[in-house]
């Protein structure tokens, strides 16, 4: 359960984030120096998903958040992935969509305020900076997790040779002594012919 906790905890960092920013800047398209040279805080309505798409279609983004977010919560519930890793993945990224799903069902929008000042690009929140961020988790863990799937499965495979030329050699040995016995056999037997 710590992974729904932090989850729910990014949930909240999200929502007091977007609250504190509305609060401070009050109205749409307001400004404020933040982080000099890199952020600046800039209160923007998405009405739409990342870079405004489906802009409007708050039902489907909705209904889509609330399918994905309902299979990460099982998932998370379930205890899978097995790896803390990528349980932290589902975390980030759960954290990140329950809290934008929140502004869309509650607000009809989601709130961004972190505006890049050295480059051009999409104001963003705190939600989508967990998602990213799990999104990066997510692959680092599928990558580490294939490698370690590649190494089992080869100890697998090196354990199953050793097992089958440990059975040959076994045979082999078997098959030797059947014939020595065999010529001991036949040697009595041409003895007691005698």
């Known amino acids: 359960m710590p992974y729904l906790a932090l989850s ?4 909240v960092l999200d ?3 977007k609250a504190a920013v509305t609060g401070a800047l009050g109205s749409v398209g307001a400004s404020a120096p933040f982080l ?5 805080l800039t209160l923007v309505h998405n009405y739409g998903a990342s870079w405004g ?3 409007g279609q708050t039902t489907l983004l909705l209904v889509v958040t609330g399918l994905v977010c309902l299979a990460l919560l099982l998932a998370l519930l379930m205890g899978k992935p097995a790896s803390w890793l990528g349980r932290l993945s589902l975390a980030f990224i759960l954290g990140g969509a329950v809290g934008n799903a929140l502004d869309r069902f509650l607000q009809g929008y989601v709130t961004d305020m972190f505006e890049t000042v050295f480059m051009s690009f999409p104001v963003f929140n705190l939600a989508d900076c967990c998602i990213t961020l799990g999104a990066a988790f997510l692959i680092l863990w599928v990558l580490t997790d294939e490698k370690k ?3 089992r499965q080869q100890e697998s495979s ?3 040779w050793e097992r089958s030329r440990d059975r040959a050699r076994a045979d082999a040995a078997l098959e030797e002594e059947t014939r020595r016995e065999f010529r001991r056999e ?3 037997d041409d003895v007691s012919d005698r």
């Open 8 to 11: 729910l905890l990014l949930v």
């Open 15 to 17: 929502q007091w984030c």
């Open 36 to 40: 000099p040279g890199i952020l600046r």
């Open 53 to 55: 798409i489906l802009s």
């Open 149 to 151: 799937a590649r190494a």
């Open 158 to 160: 090196r354990k199953r």
């Open 186 to 188: 036949e040697e009595h």
